[in-house]
C-alpha cells in the first residue's frame, strides 16, 4: 500500500465510526501549532482542501465533529510529507506545553513527571471536566512498577494513542526529565486498550 493510499484508508476509517465530537479548544490549538510550525498559508490550504462542515472556524468552548480532525491531519500529512504520527505526536506534546500555560494550577504540588502522570485519571481529567463538563476524555488505568517507572493503559474510542504518546513526552520534558516511552497493545483487542511504559531514566 503506498502513502496516499493509506492516508485515504485511514481517513475512511476514522470518519465512518461513531465517535463522539470533539471539543473546540483541540481544533484551536492544533491550527495553531500548524501555523506556529509550518505558517498560516499551510494551515489555509489543509482546511480549503479538507472542504469542512464548520469552514475551519473553531471556538474553544465549541464542539466539533470527530472527523474534521482527522481530515485535517490527513491533508497535513500530505502537505508537509510527514506522517501522520509524527504529527499527532508532536501535536500532543505542544498541547502539553500549552495546558501548562494555560491551566498552571493543574501543574502544582508536583515536582516529578510520573506523579503528575499518575493523577491523570483522579485528578487532571477531573478537573478539565470541571472546565468542559461534556468533554469525552479517554481513561487512564495507571500502576506503579517502580519508583521510576509508571504503566498507563489508555483507552478512548478515539484511538488517538499517539497523541497520548506526546502528550507524556511534553510532560518529561516540562519536569526536566529524560526517559523512555514504549508501548504496546494491551489485549487482543482494541476494547482492551493501549499499554504505555514510561521509565524515567534521569531528571
Known amino acids: 500500500m503506498n ?18 465530537p470533539m471539543k473546540g479548544i483541540i481544533f484551536t490549538e492544533f491550527g495553531e501549532m500548524v501555523e506556529a510550525t509550518f505558517g498560516f498559508d499551510t494551515w489555509d490550504a489543509i482546511v480549503e482542501k479538507a472542504d469542512l462542515p464548520s469552514g475551519g472556524s473553531y471556538t474553544a468552548v465549541g464542539t466539533y465533529d470527530h472527523g474534521e480532525i482527522v481530515s485535517l491531519v490527513v491533508n497535513l500529512s500530505e502537505e508537509t510529507n510527514t506522517p501522520v504520527p509524527d504529527l499527532l505526536q508532536a501535536f ?3 498541547l502539553f506545553h500549552r495546558f501548562g500555560k494555560l491551566y498552571p494550577s493543574f501543574l502544582e504540588g508536583e515536582d516529578r513527571a510520573l ?3 499518575s493523577r491523570v485519571e483522579d485528578h487532571i481529567h477531573v478537573e478539565v471536566r470541571k472546565l468542559y463538563p ?7 488505568d495507571t500502576r506503579w512498577i517502580s519508583d521510576n517507572e509508571l504503566e498507563m493503559i489508555y483507552h478512548s474510542n478515539k484511538h488517538l494513542e499517539d497523541v497520548a504518546e ?22 487482543d483487542s482494541a476494547e482492551e486498550g493501549v499499554r504505555f511504559l514510561v521509565k524515567v ?3
Open 3 to 20: 502513502k496516499q493510499t493509506s492516508v485515504q484508508a485511514l481517513k475512511i476509517f476514522f470518519t465512518n465510526q461513531k465517535i463522539p
Open 201 to 203: 531514566t534521569s531528571a
Open 166 to 187: 506526546g502528550l507524556i513526552r511534553g510532560c518529561l520534558e516540562h519536569f526536566g526529565e529524560e526517559g523512555e516511552v514504549t508501548r504496546e497493545d494491551a489485549g
Open 134 to 140: 461534556q468533554a469525552e476524555l479517554p481513561r487512564f
Open 92 to 94: 500532543g506534546t505542544y
Open 115 to 117: 506523579g503528575f502522570l
